[in-house]
């Protein structure tokens, strides 16, 4: 019986003194099922020039988690952002796109972008909470996801306890009971409110250097803490990828003055570039639907007469990141969508790495952007310009009136498609609503 040594060619007997038609053989079905290195043939093996490692470097290896993050992708659904306009729109995308009849895929990619004061951080809010709670409680139906989710506050804007006394003000809608058990059940749900928060992650970076660096340390933080690494990542926020803007752009334009115009060439990336591969290689492995919000600085002019909606939609100023909407990007971001659909491995060791497999993981497509939302608050119309102070006093508590409605409006745009969806949502004292009938009077 011959005995093989991963360390000795392929192809030698156990006396080595020549290669046998088995070990041919050997080589002939791997090189059939993994047709990675074209240079190499039989008669190498047979010459002794290949070894067990050669055939092996070439064979792309995943974690196991990357495994069930692809498969969970193409059999169930991320879950419902329980906007009931918003749903209905991605399900109607989702459908077309890719046959699933469910709102959000796991690994979607979602830009939240919006003036200030345009309910960014109060949507985000909402996705956090649907996210964190339990699908059910004591066999009451809630629909939240019952997931773990990572938060950035880049900005340093999130209010934890708003996030709790919004969590408390829905659970106790959903779980409402006769009204001798009001006082227990306020209990009940600030306990199963602060039960959900446990799941929550914060990260407070102060650069984009450190978002990046912990972006990409999130796989061994997720595998190592115990509070996390039995638990699904359902949600990624970054709040928001503009924070770090203008302090990064005169930072390059230093660097840029600095040197001289012949070694422009060598100047160091965008240091977005890094965050946006780190968003990209967390999106790979977990899959969890990543919400980004962003700045709306420069407002597109729209045509006189053009159909388009009442509200402005805003360019892209961060760079590198995709700008699906304006010709210049368009079809890579559309392609990035497409090859983001496609299995692929990843978590390749670097010692068995091939110049083919980095040729091909250099290739790979950058994040994909999936859906673009922009919000907007409800406008409202400024006095006439022939009003006296008098009018407008008499008036004002009409416009307080729409002030405090908290009316947000929301356009969804796809990649690859010209239709806008268009959903609303309303921001109260203690809970957000999503149906106009729900608010109280």
């Not at 064979?59 to 988690?65: A, G, H, K, P």
């Not at 193409?74 to 469910?102: M, Q, Y």
């Not at 109060?122 to 996210?131: E, G, I, Q």
């Not at 190592?224 to 990624?236: C, F, S, V």
């Amino acid at each position: 019986m011959e005995h093989w040594d991963v360390e000795s060619p392929i192809g030698w007997s156990a006396n080595k003194d020549k290669p046998t038609a088995d070990a041919a053989n050997l080589y002939q079905d791997a090189a059939l099922k993994y047709p990675v290195r074209p240079p190499w043939t039989v008669a190498d093996a047979m010459e002794g020039g290949l070894r067990a490692l050669d055939i092996l470097e070439d064979i792309q290896t995943e974690s196991l988690q990357t495994l069930l993050a692809s498969v969970r992708r193409e059999s169930c659904s991320a879950g419902h952002t329980f906007i009931p306009a918003l749903d209905t729109h991605l399900s109607s995308v989702n459908a077309h796109r890719t046959s699933h009849k469910w709102p959000l895929n796991r690994g979607d990619v979602i830009e939240v972008q919006g003036p200030a004061a345009s309910g960014k951080t109060h949507f985000l809010y909402h996705m956090l909470a649907t996210c964190l709670m339990p699908s059910q409680h004591h066999g009451k139906h809630l629909g939240g996801w019952g997931k773990a989710a990572i938060l950035f506050d880049v900005d340093g804007n999130f209010d934890i306890s708003r996030l709790h006394e919004l969590l408390v003000s829905r659970l106790t809608r959903l779980l409402s009971q006769e009204e001798s058990h009001a006082a227990m059940l306020s209990v009940e749900c600030d306990e199963v409110a602060t039960q959900c928060l446990e799941s929550l992650h914060i990260f407070r970076p102060t650069s984009s250097a450190q978002l990046a660096v912990t972006l990409l340390h999130l796989p061994n933080y997720h595998a190592m803490d115990p509070r996390l690494q039995d638990a699904e990542i359902g949600l990624l926020v970054v709040d928001s990828l503009s924070a770090f803007y203008w302090r990064d752009r005169y930072s390059l334009e230093q660097i840029r003055d600095a040197a001289d115009s012949s070694s422009h060439a060598a100047l160091p990336p965008n240091l977005l570039h890094h965050v946006v591969k780190a968003i990209q290689a967390l999106r790979s492995s977990h899959r969890p639907v990543t919400l980004l919000s962003n700045w709306g600085l420069n407002a597109f002019s729209k045509p006189p007469g053009s159909d388009e909606p009442e509200f402005p939609f805003y360019r892209q100023h961060l760079h590198p990141f995709p700008v699906p909407f304006e010709a210049h990007g368009a079809a890579e971001a559309i392609s990035n969508i497409q090859s983001s659909q496609k299995p692929r491995a990843s978590n390749v060791d670097p010692s068995r790495d091939s110049p083919a497999g980095r040729a091909r993981r250099q290739a790979d497509p950058t994040l994909p952007l999936h859906y673009h939302i922009t919000l907007h608050p409800s406008p409202i119309d400024s006095f006439p310009i022939s009003y006296t102070l008098a009018e407008a006093v008499a008036h004002e508590h009409m416009r307080a009136a729409l002030v405090n409605k908290g009316e947000i409006r929301g356009l969804v745009r796809t990649p690859g498609s010209s239709d806008v969806g268009e959903f609303a949502f309303w921001i109260g004292e203690k809970e957000i609503f999503v149906n106009d009938a729900d608010r109280p009077p």
